[in-house]
């Protein structure tokens, strides 16, 4: 089975810094990656997919890069408002479309 | 549109009771999962639907028990919960079980108690 690792498991960082996220995964021959974000409580709101032959994607203030070779996406968010704090789960595609999600990033941005 | 939708948003059971999770769709997806989440961990596949068929069963207890009377809608009936199994339940579709490259869209989520 695939398997995600995001490290740290929380940070805190002041607004207005960038924010970079890890995740890494144990197969290299996966479909997709996606990341999400998840506020307490609440269900999952999907940030970016980026496709296996994707380097990255972006949306706004957020970029996703991919390296299937190196078995690492990372997850940058640019000038951190308080609003961003959030968690945020790195999950990949294997066989018969399942995720495999990792433990997450606990980030609280300080204002 | 890409929403999946799910009724309740809430809901408070006792252990002798029996409840119902609802799951809606209208993209035309034909593969349909359920997931249990507990607080600060991640979301743990729980059954998946291809084609309206039962096709993945991760173990899951017998008094969780899904159904997928047609292509848009996916229900998890509940019956002789304990208070572990209090969590989000969370619903998602997508376009196609197959392989891997198929984006899943998540509903927002039941919030289950169990007292």
């Known amino acids: 089975k695939q398997e995600v690792t995001q490290i740290p498991a929380a940070l805190s960082v002041p607004e207005g810094e960038n924010l970079v996220l890890n995740c890494s995964f144990t197969d290299s021959a996966i479909y997709n990656l996606q990341w999400f974000r998840q506020d307490p409580g609440k269900g999952l709101t999907s940030l970016l997919l980026i496709q296996s032959s994707q380097r990255e994607q972006t949306s706004g203030r957020l970029n996703a890069s991919l390296d299937k070779s190196s078995g690492r996406s990372t997850l940058y968010i640019a000038a951190s408002q308080p609003g961003d704090s959030a968690t945020y789960l790195c999950a990949d595609y294997y066989g018969n479309n399942r995720l495999a999600f990792g433990k997450g990033n606990q980030v609280v941005v300080i204002p | 549109d890409t929403e999946v939708t799910q009724t309740p948003k809430h809901l408070v059971m006792g252990m002798t009771n029996k409840k119902s999770l609802k799951c809606e769709q209208h993209m035309g997806h034909r593969a349909m999962y359920w997931y249990k989440q507990k607080a600060k961990k991640p979301p743990e596949l729980m059954f998946v639907y291809s084609y309206e068929k039962l096709s993945i069963n991760e173990s899951v207890p017998s008094r969780f028990s899904p159904e997928c009377p047609n292509s848009s809608l996916l229900n998890l009936h509940l019956h002789a919960l304990q208070p572990e199994d209090s969590a989000l339940y969370l619903c998602?579709?997508?376009?196609?079980?197959?392989?891997?490259?198929?984006?899943?869209?998540f509903g927002p989520g039941t919030r289950l108690t169990v007292t």
């Open positions: 998602a579709s997508s376009q196609s079980p197959a392989g891997g490259g198929y984006e899943q869209y």
